[in-house]
């Protein structure tokens, strides 16, 4: 999740800055200037946060690190865990991987209690500092008060202004503050209409997990763009943001959180609360293309199927003069599966991943940062020696990546090089929790298809289609009076309203603490 509610995340960035990046006023050829990667794997899509809860089990500590394990994929760089033992809240936030920070036998029994809650968190700047690492915890007069956050507010920065003016005092810039202290002010005698007063101020995308001194809440946006589930373990409950997460502990799938829902679980059990009129859910697509693990249920679909029919909906429409189907892993594997298997076509590993690497810095001299990809990715030229091949992905963002996968290729012997991308182009950021350039650097957004493929040095590209992406989830083609999906990425058609960006009032400064890690 962001730390100020638009796609700036450092401290002590200004006005003007902050305006010009929410307006999109990037230079374009930052797109083209190589001085500027310098990470290899920049040239994706990042989903921000996992988060995890558990209500009634004398494990919970244990439980939520082996939870946030298992959402790894949705944040890197950071994760804590909030417990309460019936007297105390218990908490540890880290910087870093989960299995390096809550793998010791003493930092699991300091998290004492039965309940907890858990999260891990992507950062887009490389400033990650503990102060934003989540769950954040305030006392509040009804008692302690933990969240963890997915998503994105996307009026965050206008209501941290009315907060700060009225006398707030913020902690860190992480958008997920504002709610504690909307909750704070509320008048409301119980926590749950606190914090249902607060959700009502908010826009934008949100599941929010919550931990009080007597109870585990979850709560999603009223369009359910992020993901949250039910689990139960035994007697105990579960709310997390994938599937994949209750497998890990050995807990059943109840049902997944509904849009614009709130759930409260005591020890009498779980109730559910409406408190926003009923809207159509429109799930983020993202999640089906790249976000969530493969072996998730997310809105009753298996990923991995969803993504191999993304391949066999991308074969109809583009097939390819080619001798073998060949993935970018590993997101490109499933839909290159279906293509393979649609256009029956040998499927060959001819790409091989390092999943050593994890995010390695690249020093920014010209010679070292080309050698980049092969860190992640190396040739497997026995494979492609000779043939005509076609390279499935899953998403182009910038297209750097693209290119020098290509340009890998043809120097390990491909006769031809083919791309095919199993979703459609991008051409509009997101404000949603997902880490997108601004406009001025998504190559769909500034290039014709033949200027794509001209700058990835492919012998042709293509996309699939919106409908056909709408196909591979079941349906017919997208409706666009209403849309059964968040896919604004694509479209431009945004769920919800955009107050940050479309005029709203921003702080001049989000911090003048430049932390030191």
């Given at each position: 999740?962001?730390e ?5 995340r450092?401290?002590g960035?200004v006005?003007?800055d902050?305006?010009?990046l929410?307006a999109?006023e990037?230079?374009?050829?930052l797109m ?11 040239d994706?899509l990042r989903?921000?946060?996992g988060v995890f809860?558990i ?10 690190a082996?939870?946030?394990h ?7 760089e950071?994760?804590?865990i909030v417990?309460f033992?019936?007297?105390q ?6 910087l870093?991987?989960?299995g ?10 300091r998290?004492r209690?039965p309940m907890a809650v858990g999260?891990?968190r992507y950062s887009?700047t490389?400033?990650t500092v503990l102060r934003?690492?989540q ?7 009804t008692?302690g008060f933990?969240?963890?956050h997915?998503g994105n507010l996307?009026?965050?920065l206008?209501?941290?202004r ?5 006398g707030?005092i913020?902690?860190s810039t992480s958008?997920t503050?504002v709610?504690l202290h ?11 209409e606190?914090l ?5 101020q ?15 809440i ?14 139960r373990?035994g ?8 599937t994949?997460?209750l ?5 059943e ?5 509904e ?11 779980l109730e ?6 009923i809207?159509?859910?429109?799930p983020c697509i993202f ?5 969530a693990?493969?072996?998730s249920?997310?809105g009753g679909?298996n990923v991995?199927e969803?993504?191999k029919r993304?391949g066999i909906?991308?074969?109809?429409e583009?097939?390819?003069p080619?001798?073998?189907?060949v993935p970018i ?5 499933p839909a290159a599966?279906g293509?393979?298997?649609a ?21 920014p ?5 080309q050698?980049?990809v092969?860190l992640?990715h190396s ?5 492609i ?8 992905d ?5 297209g750097?990546?693209s290119?020098?996968?290509v ?5 390990a012997g491909?006769?031809?090089v083919?791309?095919r ?6 051409k509009?950021?997101?404000y ?6 601004t ?9 014709s298809?033949?200027e794509m493929?001209e700058f990835?040095g ?10 056909g992406?709408?196909?591979?989830m079941?349906?017919?083609?997208r409706d666009n009076?209403?849309p ?7 479209t ?15 702080p001049?400064?989000?911090?003048l ?5």
């Amino acid at each position: 999740m962001s730390e100020n509610g638009a796609k700036v995340r450092h401290a002590g960035i200004v006005e003007a800055d902050l305006e010009a990046l929410m307006a999109g006023e990037a230079q374009a050829d930052l797109m083209f200037d190589d001085a500027h990667w310098l990470r290899y794997g920049d040239d994706r899509l990042r989903e921000e946060c996992g988060v995890f809860g558990i209500f009634g089990h004398d494990d919970a500590a244990a439980l939520t690190a082996l939870g946030l394990h298992a959402l790894q994929h949705r944040g890197q760089e950071a994760a804590g865990i909030v417990t309460f033992d019936g007297k105390q809240f218990h908490s540890e936030r880290r910087l870093g991987l989960v299995g390096d920070n809550f793998n010791k036998v003493d930092v699991i029994k300091r998290l004492r209690g039965p309940m907890a809650v858990g999260h891990v968190r992507y950062s887009t700047t490389g400033e990650t500092v503990l102060r934003n690492v989540q769950p954040l915890f305030a006392d509040l007069e009804t008692g302690g008060f933990a969240v963890a956050h997915n998503g994105n507010l996307t009026n965050a920065l206008t209501l941290r202004r009315e907060l700060v003016q009225s006398g707030a005092i913020f902690q860190s810039t992480s958008d997920t503050e504002v709610i504690l202290h909307l909750i704070a002010r509320s008048q409301k005698r119980r926590i749950v209409e606190r914090l249902v007063e607060a959700l009502r101020q908010l826009e934008g995308a949100y599941a929010f997990v919550c931990l009080t001194n007597d109870m585990l809440i979850g709560a999603r946006d009223p369009v359910g763009i992020r993901p949250l589930v039910i689990g139960r373990l035994g007697s105990a409950y579960i709310l997390a943001s994938e599937t994949c997460a209750l497998d890990i502990v050995g807990a059943e799938f109840v049902r997944e959180v509904e849009n614009g829902e709130v759930v409260v679980i005591t020890a009498e059990g779980l109730e559910s609360h409406r408190p926003f009129p009923i809207r159509p859910a429109r799930p983020c697509i993202f999640e089906y293309i790249y976000f969530a693990r493969p072996d998730s249920i997310v809105g009753g679909r298996n990923v991995y199927e969803v993504r191999k029919r993304m391949g066999i909906e991308l074969a109809k429409e583009a097939p390819a003069p080619v001798d073998v189907v060949v993935p970018i892993p590993d997101s490109g594997v499933p839909a290159a599966i279906g293509y393979a298997q649609a256009s029956a076509l040998p499927f060959e590993l001819g790409i091989i991943r390092n999943h050593y690497v994890g995010r390695t810095f690249i020093e920014p001299e010209q010679r070292i940062r080309q050698l980049g990809v092969k860190l992640k990715h190396s040739a497997n030229s026995a494979a492609i020696r000779g043939k005509r091949i076609v390279l499935i992905d899953d998403s182009v963002v910038r297209g750097t990546t693209s290119k020098k996968i290509v340009t890998m290729m043809r120097e390990a012997g491909a006769s031809e090089v083919h791309m095919r991308i199993a979703c459609p182009q991008i051409k509009y950021g997101d404000y949603y929790g997902i880490d997108t350039p601004t406009r001025q650097e998504l190559l769909a957004a500034n290039m014709s298809l033949e200027e794509m493929r001209e700058f990835m040095g492919a012998d042709s590209l293509q996309f699939l289609s919106v409908d056909g992406l709408y196909r591979a989830m079941g349906y017919e083609k997208r409706d666009n009076l209403n849309p059964q999906f968040s896919d604004h990425c694509f479209t431009g058609d945004y769920p919800t309203d955009l107050t940050d960006l479309n005029g709203g009032s921003v702080p001049r400064q989000l911090s003048l603490l430049a932390e030191i890690r």
